[in-house]
């Protein structure tokens, strides 16, 4: 999985727009839903926040300018190489901090964030593989409080 992010970096964000291989009939549902969630995120994202398996940093031109700090974390050197110039080109620099890595891995502090953001990590986790769960423990030791937690997933967009 972790390679085909890194092959894919220059064209990840292109399902978001409805364009691409893996979105073949959902092509016109994809931007309705990228609206959908960024309306969502666009109140998220107070204090410190961590963005696991972040990706190019594509949700941070809506959430950024809400955080007193951000964290990105990565494990696709040609995705946090994109997500930096995000970062650059909206002046975030000086709240930012890119770290590549697995996100099961990365040593990032316990109770360190006031939130998290998952983006679309979890359907690409295999149900039974326990990651799922893994996942939510790693949120859970990371952030302050989880609670009142919102979980965004495709369905919520579906009308």
């Known amino acids: 999985m972790f390679s085909y992010y ?20 959902l092509a016109r549902e994809y931007p309705v839903d990228t609206k959908a969630i960024s309306s969502l995120l666009s109140g998220f994202g107070r204090g410190n926040v961590v963005d696991l398996a972040c990706g190019t940093g594509f949700w941070l031109t809506t959430y950024g300018g809400n955080c007193t700090s951000v964290t990105l974390v990565d494990q696709a050197d040609a995705a946090l190489t994109k997500c930096k110039q995000r970062v650059d080109k909206l002046r975030l620099q000086a709240k930012v901090r890119l ?5 099961f891995e990365v040593p990032l502090g316990q109770a360190a964030y006031d939130a998290c953001l ?4 979890l359907s690409h986790l295999p149900e039974r593989s326990g990651q799922r769960t893994s996942s939510f423990e790693r949120v859970r030791f990371h952030t302050r409080s989880c609670w009142p937690a919102r979980l965004a997933t495709r369905s919520t967009f579906i009308r």
């Not at 890194?6 to 291989?21: H, K, L, M, T, W």
């Open 6 to 25: 890194e092959a894919q970096a220059d064209s990840y964000e292109d399902f978001y727009e409805g364009r691409g291989q893996a979105v073949g009939a």
């Open 118 to 121: 998952l983006g679309f990590l």
């Open 99 to 103: 770290i590549q890595g697995d996100i």
